[in-house]
């Protein structure tokens, strides 16, 4: 198996909500198909979708999919466009669960909440910083 993942897939309540949420922080949507809204990273693509619809998929009771302890992290390149996205996000309808703040590695980083709850972890990461394309890698040197 290759290490990829291609497309994440979020839940949501009100589909309408999460789309203008991410489209307040200028993502495009670019599917073509009622009821689902995708849009298209690097490598890779970030989809929104009822929840009632991904239970009936699952063939599970919608109140099994619950809320897991994950984060979906977002790397900038220069510290001080962690407080600016922050606020975009929070202007957008965001939740902050923690506030901009320096971390113990030499970071700074935020934590905050979508419409539907989704973790958005806010990261400046001086020794993994994102590649000129805007590709990240863990701790990978940026490609001239």
């Known amino acids: 198996m290759e290490q990829r ?3 994440i897939t979020l839940s949501v309540a009100d589909l309408a909500r999460a789309k203008a949420f991410y489209a307040a922080l200028g993502w495009r949507d670019v ?5 689902i809204v995708a849009f298209n990273l690097l490598g890779q693509a970030l989809g929104l979708y009822p929840r009632d619809e991904l239970a009936r998929d699952m063939g599970v009771p919608v109140e099994t999919l619950g809320h897991g302890g994950m984060t979906l992290a977002h790397n900038l390149r220069e510290k001080d466009e962690v407080d600016g996205l922050a606020q975009r ?10 506030p901009p703040h320096e971390v113990f590695w030499g970071g700074y980083i935020a934590y905050l909440a979508d419409p539907d709850g989704h973790v958005w972890e806010l990261a400046w990461n001086p020794m993994a910083p994102p590649h000129a394309d805007g590709a990240f890698q863990w701790e990978a040197a940026p490609e001239a």
Not at 31 to 35: C, D, M
């Open 31 to 35: 599917s073509e198909h009622a009821g």
């Open 89 to 98: 996000m929070i202007d957008a309808g965001a939740t902050v669960l923690k």
């Open 5 to 7: 993942v291609s497309l």
